[in-house]
């Protein structure tokens, strides 16, 4: 059986790797990014460069999505020259990035209305991950068309889950990324309260790192705060934009988080004091520096 012949937008980072990874195992790709560099290094292993969602959607039995925030999706998606305006009938369009649910099952019924179909399919783990087809993909939306796309999904994610109807996948990555920048958040404070009262930050790990708080997060924040070490791969900024996420969801579902609100204020005033493009663990800064 042939394999489908995939449009994939937004070559970043963990975009670009992803592609890399089924241009090896074989896909023929359609590309399309505003980074002509990135366009081109998938050009250069024999991609096709499209010059508009639409095209791309139409010369596509995949349309995969790798973007930086819900609002750039539905451009994307809804431009004049959108990847609506060209999907083909029973192609499918995988958004891997990290959207609010509302707008992906919005998203979702528009695209049915043309015959195609939606997974959400945010990820887990970073870009070495999707250059290996090694991800934790998060997917959901209609199980008949979850099977059309999990092949191909397989080459990308060494752990496909299927999470329900179109939305849960968007929902879980929500909730999980909650719980961990709230935890890396109050880590972070936490050894930035010891060092201004004089408790040594490797010992509060030593005594911490031997209790249930002990966790991936706790390490990734001692690697900093101790270490001066920051190897977590994901920003402050994407941090801030998800927990916005997540308050917006909670907000539609008739419920409030002060917790989140509180991590957000966190990250947002990390963010305006300039700490944006570092590494979440770097919110130590923020609270080492903090005055009343």
Same mark, same amino acid.
């Given at each position: 059986?042939?394999?489908?012949?995939?449009?994939?937008?937004?070559?970043?980072?963990?975009?670009?790797?992803?592609?890399?990874?089924?241009?090896?195992?074989?896909?023929?790709?359609?590309?399309?990014?505003?980074?002509?560099?990135?366009?081109?290094?998938?050009?250069?292993?024999?991609?096709?460069?499209?010059?508009?969602?639409?095209?791309?959607?139409?010369?596509?039995?995949?349309?995969?999505?790798?973007?930086?925030?819900?609002?750039?999706?539905?451009?994307?998606?809804?431009?004049?020259?959108?990847?609506?305006?060209?999907?083909?009938?029973?192609?499918? +369009?995988? =958004?891997? #990035?990290? $959207? !609010?649910?509302?707008?992906?099952?919005?998203? %979702?019924?528009? &695209?049915?209305?043309?015959?195609?179909?939606?997974?959400?399919?945010?990820?887990?783990?970073?870009?070495?991950?999707?250059?290996?087809?090694?991800?934790?993909?998060?997917?959901?939306?209609?199980?008949?068309?979850?099977?059309?796309?999990?092949?191909?999904?397989?080459?990308?994610?060494?752990?496909?889950?299927?999470?329900?109807?179109?939305?849960?996948?968007?929902?879980?990555?929500?909730?999980?990324?909650?719980?961990?920048?709230?935890?890396?958040?109050?880590?972070?404070?936490?050894?930035?309260?010891?060092?201004?009262?004089?408790?040594?930050?490797?010992?509060?790990?030593?005594?911490?790192?031997?209790?249930?708080?002990?966790?991936?997060?706790?390490?990734?924040?001692?690697?900093?705060?101790?270490?001066? +070490?920051? =190897?977590? #791969?994901? $920003? !402050?900024?994407?941090?801030?934009?998800?927990? %916005?996420?997540? &308050?917006?969801?909670?907000?539609?579902?008739?419920?409030?988080?002060?917790?989140?609100?509180?991590?957000?204020?966190?990250?947002?005033?990390?963010?305006?004091?300039?700490?944006?493009?570092?590494?979440?663990?770097?919110?130590?800064?923020?609270?080492?520096?903090?005055?009343?």
């Amino acid at each position: 059986m042939s394999k489908p012949v995939i449009g994939f937008i937004g070559l970043g980072l963990m975009g670009g790797n992803m592609a890399e990874n089924l241009q090896n195992k074989g896909y023929e790709l359609i590309v399309m990014d505003l980074d002509q560099k990135a366009v081109d290094k998938c050009v250069d292993r024999g991609a096709k460069a499209a010059t508009s969602g639409k095209a791309l959607a139409e010369a596509s039995d995949i349309v995969m999505l790798c973007l930086t925030t819900s609002n750039i999706v539905e451009k994307v998606i809804y431009g004049d020259e959108g990847v609506l305006a060209g999907i083909k009938k029973d192609s499918v +369009v995988v =958004d891997f #990035g990290t $959207s !609010i649910p509302a707008s992906t099952r919005k998203i %979702g019924a528009d &695209l049915a209305q043309k015959g195609a179909g939606m997974i959400d399919a945010p990820l887990g783990r970073t870009p070495a991950h999707a250059k290996e087809g090694k991800l934790n993909i998060m997917a959901a939306g209609d199980l008949a068309t979850f099977e059309k796309v999990k092949p191909v999904l397989q080459e990308q994610g060494e752990n496909v889950f299927h999470l329900g109807e179109l939305g849960a996948g968007h929902t879980t990555k929500l909730i999980n990324n909650f719980m961990g920048m709230t935890t890396v958040c109050a880590m972070s404070q936490a050894f930035a309260v010891a060092d201004k009262a004089g408790v040594d930050r490797q010992q509060l790990f030593d005594i911490m790192s031997t209790g249930p708080s002990s966790s991936p997060f706790m390490q990734f924040c001692k690697n900093y705060a101790v270490d001066n +070490v920051s =190897d977590l #791969g994901f $920003s !402050i900024a994407n941090a801030n934009k998800d927990l %916005g996420y997540f &308050l917006q969801m909670v907000d539609d579902l008739g419920t409030q988080s002060k917790i989140a609100e509180g991590s957000s204020a966190n990250l947002q005033a990390a963010f305006d004091a300039g700490l944006g493009d570092g590494n979440v663990p770097e919110i130590y800064d923020y609270f080492r520096d903090l005055k009343k």
